[in-house]
């Protein structure tokens, strides 16, 4: 297969899609499309080998196109990869992928009867240099047995759900925006399967705004080793955009900072933690975006596979859920 031929749809965080497409030796970036045509003439002048459109359907129908970057509103996802699949292109899409479990079925469905084509979606933490560092340490066992994980996203930009498309949308779910980011984080960590959760929810910070549901949510995990853990969202938090996590394990324990990050290996307080530098978030958002590249071309495995996409989706359809209805939920994997 030569140089794929590739789109983007959605120029916010697609113009970091652009950029990665580019610069990738193996990918031809020849079109970019925004509704808004004011955002697609600030982008497009940027990338002078790609044509602007302002339907998607010039770029989803385009029979010359192979690859697809899919980062329009969460409301457009299903139809717009339905589309792209459809028409026999691979699709690099934005979380979530899609908003209801229904739709990621039907994606499932069409992906069977397109079995040559590949998909992916951005969970990008699992290219920050501190969480690769974290399961490289996983893996050798310094931290033992995990028996406890935490992951908080703390999104730190409230105007972006009570002022921004976020708030305009019929349904919106802070857990599929962005719990699915520590969701997938802490499966990919463990090498483990979340299989019930028992979540909670409010709405206090965005009372009166218009946005139509829980703007923080905590859920209680439980693993398939017999692991526990803790998932929070917090769209509304007086604190900055980060990822707050802990591990601990038999052998040591994992605590993520602003700064930097520890490593515990002892009990007694006067044996200081290991400080860990490694940076943090220190990701491009189109990172992975390459490893997708070089699966479609036959080259190994997405950092990001199918697999991951339905299972992440999966479990925070779960805390969805529970929330609402107030009672535990076992994770039922699309």
């Given at each position: 297969?030569?140089?794929?031929?590739?789109?983007?749809?959605?120029?916010?965080?697609?113009?970091?899609?652009?950029?990665?497409?580019?610069?990738?030796?193996?990918?031809?970036?020849?079109?970019?499309?925004?509704?808004?045509?004011?955002?697609?003439?600030?982008?497009?002048?940027?990338?002078?080998?790609?044509?602007?459109?302002?339907?998607?359907?010039?770029?989803?129908?385009?029979?010359?196109?192979?690859?697809?970057?899919?980062?329009?509103?969460?409301?457009?996802?299903?139809?717009?990869?339905?589309?792209?699949?459809?028409?026999?292109?691979?699709?690099?899409?934005?979380?979530?992928?899609?908003?209801?479990?229904?739709?990621?079925?039907?994606?499932?469905?069409?992906?069977?009867?397109?079995?040559?084509?590949?998909?992916?979606?951005?969970?990008?933490l699992r290219r920050s240099p501190r969480f690769l560092d974290l399961r490289r340490r996983i893996e050798r066992g310094e931290l033992g047995r995990l028996y406890h994980l935490e992951a908080d996203y703390n999104f730190g930009r409230l105007d972006k759900i009570t002022k921004g498309w976020r708030g305009r949308l019929n349904f919106y779910s802070a857990v599929h925006g962005g719990g699915v980011h520590v969701a997938d984080l802490l499966m990919w960590l463990a090498g483990d399967r979340i299989v019930e959760v028992s979540a909670v929810g409010n709405a206090?910070?965005?009372?009166?705004?218009?946005?139509?549901?829980?703007?923080?949510?905590?859920?209680?995990?439980?693993?398939?080793?017999?692991?526990?853990?803790?998932?929070?969202?917090?769209?509304?938090?007086?604190?900055?955009?980060?990822?707050?996590?802990?591990?601990?394990?038999?052998?040591?324990?994992?605590?993520?900072?602003?700064?930097?990050?520890?490593?515990?290996?002892?009990?007694?307080?006067?044996?200081?933690?290991?400080?860990?530098?490694?940076?943090?978030?220190?990701?491009?958002?189109?990172?992975?975006?390459?490893?997708?590249?070089?699966?479609?071309?036959?080259?190994?495995?997405?950092?990001?596979?199918?697999?991951?996409?339905?299972?992440?989706?999966?479990?925070?359809?779960?805390?969805?859920?529970?929330?609402?209805?107030?009672?535990?939920?076992?994770?039922?994997?699309?």
């Amino acid at each position: 297969m030569g140089r794929l031929r590739a789109g983007v749809i959605g120029l916010g965080v697609g113009e970091k899609h652009a950029e990665a497409l580019a610069a990738n030796a193996d990918c031809e970036l020849v079109a970019l499309c925004d509704h808004d045509a004011e955002k697609l003439a600030q982008v497009a002048p940027r990338f002078p080998g790609a044509r602007a459109v302002a339907k998607d359907i010039e770029i989803l129908d385009d029979p010359t196109i192979d690859l697809i970057c899919i980062a329009s509103y969460d409301d457009a996802h299903f139809t717009q990869t339905m589309r792209a699949l459809d028409h026999g292109k691979h699709v690099f899409v934005e979380k979530p992928f899609v908003v209801h479990e229904h739709e990621a079925r039907a994606i499932r469905k069409q992906l069977e009867t397109h079995k040559n084509l590949r998909l992916s979606s951005n969970l990008i933490l699992r290219r920050s240099p501190r969480f690769l560092d974290l399961r490289r340490r996983i893996e050798r066992g310094e931290l033992g047995r995990l028996y406890h994980l935490e992951a908080d996203y703390n999104f730190g930009r409230l105007d972006k759900i009570t002022k921004g498309w976020r708030g305009r949308l019929n349904f919106y779910s802070a857990v599929h925006g962005g719990g699915v980011h520590v969701a997938d984080l802490l499966m990919w960590l463990a090498g483990d399967r979340i299989v019930e959760v028992s979540a909670v929810g409010n709405a206090m910070v965005t009372e009166g705004s218009g946005f139509r549901n829980f703007d923080n949510v905590v859920a209680v995990l439980r693993f398939a080793s017999g692991a526990i853990g803790k998932l929070g969202v917090n769209f509304g938090c007086m604190f900055p955009h980060f990822h707050p996590v802990s591990l601990y394990g038999t052998n040591a324990t994992f605590i993520n900072g602003r700064e930097c990050a520890w490593l515990y290996t002892a009990r007694d307080p006067q044996v200081p933690p290991v400080r860990l530098e490694t940076e943090y978030p220190g990701v491009h958002k189109g990172d992975l975006i390459a490893s997708f590249v070089n699966a479609i071309l036959g080259r190994g495995q997405a950092d990001v596979s199918e697999e991951d996409v339905f299972a992440s989706l999966s479990v925070c359809c779960a805390i969805e859920r529970s929330a609402h209805a107030g009672a535990p939920v076992m994770v039922e994997y699309v």
